[in-house]
């Protein structure tokens, strides 16, 4: 079955550190792949996708990921964690036209 | 602000009962999404419209309806509502491009609906 997980329900980090936040995906294809931010009380905010070409994707707030295939993963990256990015992440797959799958999302904190 | 707006912020209501939600899309934008996100069910993508015609349909329940109106705003109506319903459900919008669900979606702030 599709699907997408996030191993990680809740991470720490202090600021100024880097910071990773994995996700995996079930699907036998290349799926379309998302990253997501939504802070506290608000609605979601599409921090970068993934469709095909480069592997390395930039995104806003200096945010990237990279897919990789091999691994069925598309791990979201910043070198240099700010006070403001604590909120919850979450990582969406596509895999076909009408069927878009949330990961259980990532909590992520901020140590000043 | 995303440009998006729904309306009401907060419903509260009983089991059994009729509720709508209302959604305006950002302006221009021809697309809209409707999510729910709920604590046991996660966020989960619920149906597109695009310029009035359903797109996309994802894990929406049969009691559950949608329509976007020639003005391009749209309303979720939940119907025989059960204490499970109850949750954040979120409008989003994209521009034109054929609706595809791949283009940037806008989101508004949600509806938290509880259900008693």
């Known amino acids: 079955a599709q699907s997408v997980t996030q191993p990680d329900i809740h991470i720490t980090v202090s600021e100024g550190a880097s910071l990773e936040l994995r996700c995996n995906y079930s699907?036998?294809?290349?799926?379309?792949l998302f990253w997501y931010v939504q802070s506290p009380g608000q609605g979601l905010q599409l921090l970068l996708k993934?469709?095909?070409?480069?592997?390395l994707v930039q995104g806003i707030k200096g945010f990237e990921a990279e897919f990789k295939r091999s691994q069925s993963s598309f791990n979201l990256r910043k070198p240099s964690v700010h006070w403001s990015d604590a909120a919850e992440y979450f990582c969406?797959?596509?895999?076909?036209?009408?069927?878009?799958?949330f990961g259980p999302g990532t909590s992520l904190s901020v140590i000043p | 602000d995303s440009g998006v707006t729904q309306t009401p912020k907060h419903l509260i209501t009983a089991t059994g009962q009729r509720v709508t939600l209302r959604c305006s899309p950002r302006?221009?934008?021809?697309?809209v999404y409707w999510y729910q996100q709920s604590l046991d069910q996660g966020l989960q993508f619920l149906i597109q419209?695009?310029?009035?015609?359903?797109?996309a349909k994802g894990n929406i329940l049969e009691r559950f309806s949608a329509q976007q109106f020639p003005d391009l705003h749209s309303e979720l109506n939940l119907s025989s509502l059960e204490l499970g319903d109850s949750a954040l459900y979120f409008c989003?919008?994209?521009?034109?491009?054929?609706?595809?669900?791949?283009?940037?979606?806008?989101f508004g702030p949600g509806t938290r609906l509880l259900v008693l």
């Open positions: 699907y036998g294809a290349t799926p379309y």
């Open positions: 419209y695009y310029n009035g015609e359903e797109r």
């Open positions: 302006s221009g934008d021809l697309s």
């Open positions: 993934y469709f095909s070409g480069d592997t």
């Open positions: 989003a919008s994209s521009v034109d491009g054929g609706g595809r669900f791949e283009e940037t979606q806008y």
């Open positions: 969406a797959v596509k895999t076909s036209y009408d069927k878009v799958i």
